[in-house]
């Protein structure tokens, strides 16, 4: 099944405050792929009432449901299931913080958008034996069983396949920002959990988005609609029958040593519910010094592109985020580029730009320079090209030298 890039779009409520008064900040656009895309971009908006920053004009939570469902990227189908390094770096350290808070090994866990169950087996190594897993899309909860033999269910929190009992401790890494309707989402969790059930979030943290991590504006992917300070989180949270245990930013190291922001919180099933939300800007002010920072390095990327085809067309290895955002907004023009190329299925025999996604084998019928449009994923996708000893040269956009871009010939 796939999703029409012309799905009709439609204005939110502030999903804490329910306000209608927000100030526009940026306005991401992307050039997703023919006949799958989700959205072309969106209105980043403030909320001139409480401060929550968030995706206005976009797709109905439907949509969104069935995007997940059919054409997620995390179940990592073109690796046969299975994280990569830095994701599993991540995870286990994940699974050593949640060890501060699940002190009896007979606690029911269920992990919500479980991808393919990494962490629920991380957990169970523990010995946290009552640990299940749901995730919309069912290529996800095949790999946990396959891969972890961890047991995972098909579905979300507004509709899915799990048994009829309620969990002690819930836990979502990475689900919040991807959501439309993310109060719904609050409350129907709510229901998932025991009468003092308590559930760990973490997502992105909208005060301290640090723009040299990653490529230009990459923060403003099509999935993520919702952007989180620690108030706003618990915000959300405690207008949703929930109280605080602990909210705070955390900055943590990747496997490389470089520091990662994010936003996590403890919170535990309540009977009261916030009904006042005084403003707070911190995200706001967050996401403009990140969008301003991102503008300036624009601007260098399309000098590093300029200077990569100006002797020839190029294969641009990459059809995700990055260069949907640098199509759209003019940075890379289709007219340069020969075709695309994706080891993600779901990317291949479509067409992004007019111009045909391939899979990497089809890459030893052509010749031109090899451009690698990504910024996390850019030195593994150069181990590829070298291990399938492909003669192109590679043409790479990120590094710590000055001198970019640089060029490897193989």
């Known amino acids: 099944m796939y999703i029409s890039q012309n799905?009709?779009?439609?204005?939110?409520?502030?999903?804490?405050?329910?306000?209608?008064?927000?100030?526009?900040?940026?306005?991401?656009?992307?050039?997703?792929p023919e006949t799958i895309g989700l959205l072309e971009g969106y209105d980043l908006v403030a909320c001139q009432s409480c401060g929550m920053t968030f995706a206005n004009n976009i797709p109905p939570q439907k949509k969104f449901d069935e995007y997940y469902q059919h054409l997620s990227k995390y179940a990592y189908e073109h690796?046969?299931?299975?994280?990569?390094?830095?994701?599993?770096?991540?995870?286990?350290?994940?699974?050593?913080?949640?060890?501060?808070?699940?002190?009896?090994?007979?606690?029911?866990?269920?992990?919500?958008?479980?991808?393919?169950?990494?962490?629920?087996?991380?957990?169970?190594?523990?010995?946290?034996?009552?640990?299940?897993?749901?995730?919309?899309?069912?290529?996800c909860s095949k790999a946990a069983r396959e891969l972890y033999g961890v047991t995972a269910f098909t579905g979300t929190m507004f509709s899915s396949s799990l048994p009829d009992t309620s969990y002690d401790f819930a836990i979502l890494l990475g689900v919040l920002e991807h959501i439309r309707?993310?109060?719904?989402?609050?409350?129907?969790?709510?229901?998932?959990?025991?009468?003092?059930?308590?559930?760990?979030?973490?997502?992105?943290?909208?005060?301290?988005?640090?723009?040299?991590?990653?490529?230009p504006f990459q923060e403003f992917s099509t999935e993520h609609i919702n952007f989180f300070s620690p108030v706003t989180l618990q915000y959300l949270m405690e207008a949703?029958?929930?109280?605080?245990?602990?909210?705070?930013?955390?900055?943590?190291?990747?496997?490389?040593?470089?520091p990662l922001s994010t936003l996590y919180g403890i919170f535990e099933?309540?009977?009261?519910?916030?009904?006042?939300?005084?403003?707070?800007?911190e995200a706001e002010v967050g996401l403009r010094r990140y969008i301003e920072r991102c503008r300036s390095m624009d601007a260098e990327l399309r000098q590093r592109i300029k200077k990569a085809i100006e002797r020839s067309r190029v294969i641009v290895w990459g059809a995700g985020t990055h260069t949907q955002r640098l199509l759209a907004t003019g940075v890379l023009n289709p007219i340069n580029v020969t075709v695309f190329v994706d080891s993600n299925p779901k990317y291949q025999n479509h067409r992004l730009a007019g111009t045909p996604v391939v899979r990497p084998e089809a890459l030893k019928h052509h010749r031109e320079p090899i451009l690698i449009s990504s910024y996390a994923f850019q030195r593994e996708i150069e181990d590829q090209i070298r291990s399938m000893e492909l003669p192109n040269e590679v043409v790479l956009l990120y590094g710590n030298s000055s001198d970019v871009p640089k060029k490897v010939n193989r």
Not at 94 to 111: H, Y
Not at 187 to 214: C, H
């Open 7 to 32: 799905t009709a779009v439609e204005p939110r409520l502030c999903p804490i405050c329910k306000s209608t008064s927000r100030e526009l900040l940026f306005r991401p656009s992307f050039e997703a």
């Open 79 to 139: 690796r046969g299931g299975k994280e990569s390094e830095d994701d599993e770096w991540r995870l286990k350290h994940v699974a050593v913080v949640l060890r501060r808070f699940l002190s009896d090994p007979k606690t029911s866990i269920l992990e919500i958008g479980c991808a393919s169950g990494r962490l629920l087996r991380f957990l169970k190594d523990d010995g946290y034996e009552h640990a299940v897993g749901l995730d919309p899309s069912p290529d």
């Open 181 to 215: 309707d993310v109060d719904i989402a609050v409350r129907a969790l709510r229901k998932l959990l025991s009468s003092s059930g308590r559930v760990y979030i973490e997502v992105p943290d909208a005060t301290n988005f640090i723009a040299e991590q990653d490529a």
């Open 240 to 258: 949703g029958g929930f109280r605080a245990i602990e909210c705070r930013s955390a900055v943590r190291q990747d496997r490389h040593g470089k």
């Open 269 to 281: 099933r309540s009977q009261r519910r916030r009904s006042e939300f005084p403003h707070t800007p």
